[in-house]
């Protein structure tokens, strides 16, 4: 299983920018598909981002869509969400996670990742 800390979170304005980053430890990285999720006081979990086990297909939830951008090296073992255009309604807690499976295409459910790091805050103010 794959331990996993993120970093980068912050306090930024409206329109601004942050890069998050999840660090990832153990030899299942670069098998697994990797998502972002945030999660929003008094609000669920949701799905932000995700990208298959080579980078090469990603997937983003239609609030994020053009303004974020996941990526990752493996090489590195290291996740990244680069975040523009920050609204307040971005204003959450924000994990990475570990698809459970290897060499597949990722979802969008919580249920299918299977490792998670301990959150990073953003919070946007307008």
């Known amino acids: 299983q794959v331990q996993l800390a993120e970093s980068g979170g912050g306090l930024v304005q409206a329109g601004g920018s942050l890069r998050l980053s999840c660090a990832a430890s153990?030899?299942?990285?670069?098998?697994?598909?990797m998502g972002w999720f945030r999660q929003a006081p008094g609000k669920e979990r949701e799905f932000v981002a995700a990208?298959?086990?080579?980078?090469?297909?990603?997937y983003y939830a239609d609030s994020v869509k053009g303004r974020f951008t996941i990526s990752r090296d493996n090489a590195k073992s290291v996740l990244y969400l680069q975040m523009n255009s920050l609204k307040p309604e971005d204003t959450a807690i924000y994990y990475c996670?570990?698809?459970?499976?290897?060499?597949?295409?990722?979802?969008?459910?919580?249920?299918?990742?299977?490792?998670w790091g301990q959150g990073t805050q953003v919070t946007v103010s307008s």
């Open positions: 996670a570990a698809d459970k499976r290897s060499w597949t295409v990722p979802g969008s459910s919580a249920s299918t990742f299977g490792s």
């Open positions: 153990g030899s299942t990285f670069s098998r697994n598909a």
């Open positions: 990208v298959t086990w080579n980078g090469r297909t990603t």
